[in-house]
């Protein structure tokens, strides 16, 4: 049993940049990545939508997001007529079955069913007995 106040193990140094859900779990991991891309799900969204829907996010932390998700190619950045959008690329939709999943284990194990809704189909799942 750890002591109070020993370090929290974290991981083992084999989980590098050659590990696969390490290198996952950094994407989803990073603060807001997984609220933004849950609600790009939708659709396209603009700045102040996006900065709407995640109360709590400084504009500048959500610039910084964008564009490492733009750099990463989870997102691209769309302009026409003095307006800018953000939206999905194929690898960014391909975050989407760790996203839901995330919804259903927070709906099953973390929230209750009324307290948060979204528009977004999120199935309940019942906690396992």
């Not at 999905?88 to 939709?93: M, V």
Request: glycine fraction near 6%.
């Amino acid at each position: 049993m750890r002591g109070y106040n020993e370090p929290m193990r974290t991981m083992r140094p084999v989980h590098d940049e050659e590990c696969a859900v390490a290198c996952t779990a950094e994407i989803i991991g990073s603060k807001w990545t997984a609220v933004i891309v849950h609600d790009l799900s939708e659709g396209p969204r603009r700045f102040s939508e996006l900065e709407r829907s995640c109360p709590g996010i400084s504009p500048r932390t959500l610039s910084e997001r964008l564009r490492a998700l733009e750099q990463d190619r989870f997102i691209v950045k769309r302009s026409a007529a003095r307006r800018v959008e953000y939206e999905l690329t194929d690898k960014g939709k391909a975050l989407l079955p760790i996203i839901d999943e995330m919804g259903r284990f927070g709906h099953a194990w973390l929230v209750a069913d009324d307290a948060h809704t979204h528009d977004a189909k999120t199935p309940s799942v019942a906690p396992a007995a």
